[in-house]
Every structure is written in C-alpha cells, then in structure tokens.
C-alpha cells in the first residue's frame, strides 16, 4: 500500500464523517476539514499521501485548493468530490492536475474504487522518480552476446527461469554482464510490464540500505524529513534486482531473508506490516560458500536466494566472442558519431589475445574511447596495442617499510598506494587487496583527516 495518510475537505458534515469513518476502518490515517484553509495549514506543516476535495465550497473552492496543493506538495494525489451539476468542473479540474473525481452521493464501493486508482497513482508517480534518476546516472550495460557454448548455456537458462516467478543468483566477475542477464530475465518474463528496480548493495552504509530497502517514516532518522518509499515497494508486481548480494551486512540479512519468505516487511520507524509481490534476482561476484563459511553471510539466506543459479563466465575464457562483441560496440558507437568505422583484422585477433581483466565492461571502454579518440576510419591493430598497453600501467607498488615501523601504519600506506594505482577506484582497489568492499570503506572513514580523499 502506498497511501496511507488521506486529507478530506468538505464543508458538508455527512460527507466528512462518512468519508473519515470509511477510511479509518479500512487502515488509512484519515483527518476531516470543513474548509480548504484549513487542510492547506495542516498541509504545510504534514503532508498527505491522498488529498479528497469537494469542488464547491464556501471562500476557497476545490479548484483553488487543488492549484495550491500542487504548488505546496506536487506528489499528494488529488481527487474532486462533486455532485452530477458539476461534471464539466471536475473535467476543468482534471487538466489542472487532479487524478480523478467522485460523484456524490457514493458509497464504500465507489470510495474503495477511488483509493485504488489513487494508489496506483502514486505508487506510479514514486517509480518513475526512481527510473527517471537511475536513467541519468546509468551507464549502458555491457552486451551480452556470442556463440561460446558457455555463453549458449546462460541463454537456455535465461529463457527457462525468465517464465517463472523463481529467484535467480547470478553469479560472475565485475564487467561480465549480470545486471544485463538480469534485464533479459524480466524483460522475458510475465513481468515485463511492470518495473525492474535496481539496488547497488556495495554503496551503500547498513542503515542508509535498510531505508533503501524498505522505505522510512518522517522522522525514523535524523534526516528524515519525509516518508520515503523503498525499493521493494517501487518493484511491487515487477522485479528487484539485489547487486552484488554478498555485501549486505549480516544484520540486515535476516530482514531480508523475513521478505523473502512471507513477501511482507515494515519501513524503518514504521508500524504497519505492508506486503508486497516482487521477483528477486540476486548478482554477486564473490565465493558465498567462503563467504558462508567466514561467517560473513547467511547459508539459510543463502538457500533461499540460489534456486536457480546462473553462471556467467569471464571473457578470457570466451574469447571466440570477443571480434563479435567489438563489432557491436563498434556499431553502437559509431551511430552516435554518425561515422562510418571499422576494426582491421589484426586489431580484432589481439582484442581476442587480450585477457581482459575487466571484462566486457573493459572492453566497451576501450572500443568508445577508440571511436572518440582515433579519427581514421580504419581502427589498425598498432591503435588497439597503444590503447592496451596505457592502460595495463605498472603494477601496485610494494609497500616499503623500515624495520620497526608500525603494522597499522604499514597498512594504511599499501592501501593508498594501491587506490592511486586503481585512479581511486574502491572496488578494483578491494579485489587487489583481497578485501570486501565495505572492509575497504571503513578503513577508508578512520583515516578520513589523514587522507581527505577518502
């Protein structure tokens, strides 16, 4: 359920009774109003998720209220209560902004009915928030193609698993391509048409991924300065993609192992249960056995998340893939640019020598920044080395200590020496230093004063 707290503006009594009496047996926080001015005061100071409105009213009419609260609070969905003399009003108030209208006299059914469009509105309005702010900060995924048999085998099992509602593990290196294996699974499945949501779990904190998760209240935390709707309900009918799985804190994991198994959770500082229908498909590039066995994650979440699990291999051991993919690339690049460009033979057999460390991420960034950089129209297997070779560099440089130094201090220096070596890079710097990522992040917060860059 996404609206809770409804607002009802009528100066009839029966009306704001019967409405607020409804409401308040069916779960909602309803509060009544006999004048616009006032449900606009209270408005300011908390808003509300439904705002109900009579359209002809004494001082301030429903119009009225309608341009202000779109103004004060644009996400409250509104819609006009009005009698049958006043339909052509209602339609005027529509185009203003108003969701929908209701003809009085009605009664549950019709209120119930109402809700539920309102609901849909604004859990509609809350998603596509979140996809319009993923779409301008996303980068295009990595194509997942070839005719390895390896790569045929997570084709058959993306178009068996993508028909059921099972929970899917993907498993793979950073840059082989799960989160572009994810997408193919919805986008094929009976939840196409509903939204896919996407959690990095690596970036962020254990609380601040509890809010992102499961939403919060006002006023749950410092900072919470409005309810926040969390990612499982913006996934409600559709799926939600958990980005690298292993990352999440053990403590939270119980509370998403309670969303796994009963499909209902509670926001932080909430009190209602809320459940919610979502398809779960989890990344991780990590050994979660080892990960089990240290402790550092848990075998029954485990069990519940690996039903079907899906491995994708890296791209040094596909590398009869490599010409095709360079080719798209090439081809997708090349449309932007709107130039005619092509890979000479010898450049596409070293792209397949290459052991491509960062996989088919590594190997798009390099194919743009060739179409960007190079103006020939011919990419030569001489541009291709020049490339290959800047970007290989030196390795991690050891860390040299005088005898007697300090072992946190000793460690403290090979850790920063190796993010210069990364460009910053957190995640590249954890896989060289065998450490997980959030490992890295809080040694990184200690040192703060010491390294600013942090």
Known sequence: MTIESVYIVDDDPFIREFAGEALSRAGYAAKTFAAAREALAALSEEPCDLLLTDLVMPDVDGLELLR???KLAPDTVVVIM??????????????AGAHDYLLKPFGQDQLTVALAKAEEQRRLIAENDFLRAELDSHDAPA?????DPAMQRVYDS?????RTRATVLIHGETGTGKEVVARLIHQNSPRAAHPMIKVNCAALSENLLESELFGHEKGAFTGALARKLGRFELAHGGTLLLDEISEIPVGLQAKLLRVLELEEFDRVGGTRTLRVDVRIITTTNRNLHEEIRRGAFRQDLFFRLNVVPIQIPPLRERASDVPALAEAFLAEFSRETGEQRRIEPAGLRLLAAYHWPGNVRELRNLIHRLVVMEPAAAITAAHIRRELVSRQGPEPAAASAAVGARLDAVERDHILRTLEHTAGNKEAASRILGISSRTLRNKLAAWQQAWPRA
Not at 85 to 91: C, F, L, N, Q, R
Not at 158 to 162: E, F, G, I, Q
């Open 68 to 70: 202000s609260v779109k």
């Open 82 to 95: 009005t009698a049958f003399g006043t339909v052509e009003s209602a339609v005027e108030a529509i185009r």
């Open 143 to 147: 194509v997942v193609t070839g005719r």
């Open 158 to 162: 993306v178009a068996r698993v993508a």
